[in-house]
């Protein structure tokens, strides 16, 4: 049996990663190929090209890679003509994955979307697509399965998949230990892991820690950064500042379990902080004229999938064009200097992890999928 599985982004890298051992660990005989990353090409998917290195987003830089979308479509339509893989699994993404779907379904190859975008909050039209080229939804999100099926997509809840890989993390103890004897409160600010994310929010992140560095000098931050090129670029920024601040790569587990809060643009890390009971605020700047665009589009209450899921404002957001730095250190000054106030949304951290953070879901999705398959199969052989 072959799959092809196509991910663009980090996150979607790792899941797909996680997503391909469930399959193998299940059916031993299963060949990945596809789009993606470092750890799904780890986890034995042979890499036609490695698209997670173009996680782009906004409509300019979309259009600026066009000629390489439009090249990786053409060579992947060739690979469904030639090699008929049994299934196509999606993750996240949308945009170029809609027209990956329209070319497998074209050949009569079964299309799932696991990961599937946030239709329901900013592009519910979009749906029209998802029934026309997309065969099975495995939802990540509890509310979206019936979401889907009311508008006759075939939709399944399977759960979160980076719940998956956080109860894997195995931290650096050392790197813990000669932290904590300082013995002094730590605020973790997470940039994110693309490009464009760490231009906008940076400037927003660093007056947030000198607003709050204003006020108890005695806190100390500590950055994660997503790859080397964002810590020099964030060192190159804070030569500016006089700040208690140290960049870090590869330790973002690290750093939020040290901290006692975090700001974070808006992303999965969200549930990475859910799982660690980190009350959190969670920011996503953009220009003027997209957050305008957002506006008339966006049909849910938060962005955050934290709040999401509990549907409520845990993590209290900033969805923004411009600097929130004052209203985000305020929020973060009362859980640093009102313990009540933070137990209590310590607290409710807590009961939202206990609520939804269940691992799984990869192996559930494979369950479903090689099922969905083996039936498709039968049925084929019985006409």
Known sequence: MRIFVSAGEPSGDLHG????????????????????????????????????????????????????????????????????????????????????????????????YFVPPQLWAWAGWRVRKMRRFVDHVLCTLPFERDWYRRRGVEANYVGHPYFDELPRQVLDAAFLARRAEVGTPVVGLLPGSRNQEVERNLSTLVRTAAAVHLERPDVRF????????????????????????????????????????????????GLELLYRGKPSVVLYRIRRIDKFASSLVMKCRFISLVNLLADAEVFPEFLTSRCEAEAISRQLLTWLNDSQAYRERWAQVAALRQRVAEPGACDRAARYLLAALESRQADSQAA
């Open 17 to 112: 990663a996680n997503l391909i051992r469930a399959l193998q660990q299940l059916s031993p005989q299963v060949e990945c190929v596809g789009f993606g990353g470092e750890r799904m090409q780890s986890a034995g998917c042979r890499l036609l090209y490695p698209l997670c290195r173009l996680a782009v987003m906004w409509f300019l830089r979309v259009l600026l890679n066009a000629h390489v979308f439009i090249r990786l479509l053409v060579q992947a339509d060739r690979y469904f003509r030639d090699h008929r893989p049994d299934a196509v699994v999606l993750i996240d993404y949308p945009g170029f994955h809609w027209w990956l779907a329209r070319r497998a379904k074209a050949r009569g190859i079964p299309v799932f």
């Open 222 to 269: 500590l950055v994660a950064c997503f790859k080397p090129d964002h810590k020099q670029r964030i060192d190159a920024y804070l030569r500016g500042w006089n700040l208690p601040i140290e960049t870090h790569v590869g330790r973002t587990p690290e750093i939020i379990e040290l901290a006692t809060a975090c700001v974070a643009v808006s992303g999965s890390v």
